[in-house]
């Protein structure tokens, strides 16, 4: 619209900078701040942490999240979480204004506080419920944004505590601090970490197992043997049996029997190899939905079943994310005069058509007669190299040059 001549964007807000209030740092509330220690876990430490998380008048959460920050050590669990969270990190996003892409909003999103709420966003489907604080305002973006730390917050009263094991503190839903933190996710759920934790201890166990197998059975055992009683004698062979090599070593009285029972089987190690592979199977279909893209062994024909229920996957995560994001992110954004009312986040969606049909589309071309398709073209798009025919005229030609020539 114009007015004097000049261009007047109604939907556009002007640039602005707001301190955020310094009673409304909710991350000071912490007084009492405890290191999440890793420690070895097994399934009666699961289970008593799913016990005292699932309290319902005093939850505890700390035990449950000491086991997720262990088990995220296991490298196929975090290479599942990282690829399904990329489906919806590698998207754009976009800003509309009364359904109008805003472009200069848009620039408010391509930023770094976006991809990590974004980031952190995701991460409650994993550990469950996160909290979200958001830094002072300049120039209608954030400073930064930072996840305040899980054990502190109690999501079913929506508080934060002095101290892990409180059950009193600062409701971040009310003023100062609504305007500039977003809590993620429902309020009593525990994340796909809770459901993945028993199945990479299992995992680390047989891991174990089978390293202690090798280390008995994978290496011969020395022995010596000696009916010297001499102390001296002894502690040399002892010696010489150490310093041999890595393996197994003992020594005995020529008298002495010495026995290692093995199963016999030469593919005893199948045990363990199993169990881990099973246990990995079942962390991608828990994450991914399916197993396809997480194991070299699969055929065409289930890849791409498989591959339809991963999209379905990222498809609900993107609507997720978009809930998140108009329901959640927008309104305060507006609260804070950064965004106009109707004002909405969402997915650029690229129209994007199969093989098959754009097959069928240049089949319908070519039959009218009217059209062709570079070689290159066809080469490109379906990986089929284009080699022209030659006409009967041509190979005449060529043949009545070929006598010429050698007559």
């Given at each position: 619209m114009k007015i004097f001549g000049y261009d007047i964007n109604f939907n556009k807000a002007e640039n602005i900078s707001v301190n955020r209030p310094a009673n409304s740092d909710i991350r000071k509330r912490i007084t009492v701040p405890t290191q999440l220690y890793r420690s070895r876990q097994d399934i009666s430490q699961w289970r008593a942490a799913l016990t005292s998380a699932e309290s319902i008048y005093s939850p505890q959460r700390y035990l449950l999240y000491k086991c997720y920050n262990d088990i995220m050590l296991d490298a196929h669990l975090t290479a599942a979480i990282n690829q399904r969270k990329n489906l919806t990190l590698s998207k754009e996003f976009e800003v509309e204004v009364n359904d109008e892409e805003d472009e200069e909003l848009c620039k408010v999103i391509k930023t770094k506080w976006f991809r990590d709420f974004l980031d952190y966003?995701?991460?409650s489907i994993f550990y469950g419920h996160?909290?979200?604080?958001?830094?002072?305002?300049?120039?209608?973006?954030?400073?930064?944004?930072?996840?305040?730390?899980?054990?502190?917050?109690?999501?079913?009263?929506?508080?934060v505590t002095?101290?892990?094991?409180?059950l009193e503190g600062a409701d971040y839903l009310e003023n100062p601090y609504r305007n500039w933190c977003i809590g993620v996710g429902r309020e009593r759920d525990l994340g796909l970490l809770m459901k993945a934790a028993p199945l990479v201890i299992w995992k680390k166990n047989a891991l174990g197992a089978w390293a202690e197998y090798g280390e008995?059975?994978?290496?011969?055992l020395r022995i010596g043997k000696t009916n010297v009683r001499d102390e001296e004698t002894r502690a040399n062979m002892e010696g010489f049996l150490k310093n041999l090599g890595t393996s197994s070593y003992g020594v005995f009285d020529t008298d002495d029997l010495i026995e290692i029972v093995n199963s016999g089987q030469s593919d005893a190690y199948q045990v363990f190899d199993m169990m881990i592979s099973r246990c990995n199977s079942e962390i991608s279909k828990l994450i991914l939905?399916?197993?396809?893209?997480?194991d070299e062994k699969s055929f065409v024909g289930s890849a791409e079943v498989q591959e339809r229920v991963l999209k379905n996957v990222a498809y609900n995560d993107e609507f997720f994310i978009e809930s998140v994001l108009n329901y959640q992110l927008v309104p305060m954004m507006q609260r804070l005069g950064i965004f106009p009312p109707n004002t909405k986040i969402k997915v650029e969606t690229e129209e994007e058509l199969s093989l098959l049909e754009q097959s069928k589309i240049d089949i319908e071309l070519i039959k009218t007669g009217k059209f062709t398709f570079d070689p290159e073209y066809l080469d490109e798009k379906y990986g089929s190299e284009v080699i022209p025919v030659m006409d009967a005229n041509s190979v005449e030609s060529i043949k009545n040059r070929l006598d010429n020539l050698y007559k």
């Open positions: 966003s995701l991460d996160s909290l979200v604080q958001f830094d002072s305002l300049i120039e209608d973006t954030f400073k930064s944004i930072e996840l305040i730390p899980r054990e502190y917050v109690k999501p079913e009263f929506h508080i002095n101290s892990y094991s409180d008995v059975f994978g290496v011969p939905g399916q197993t396809a893209t997480m």
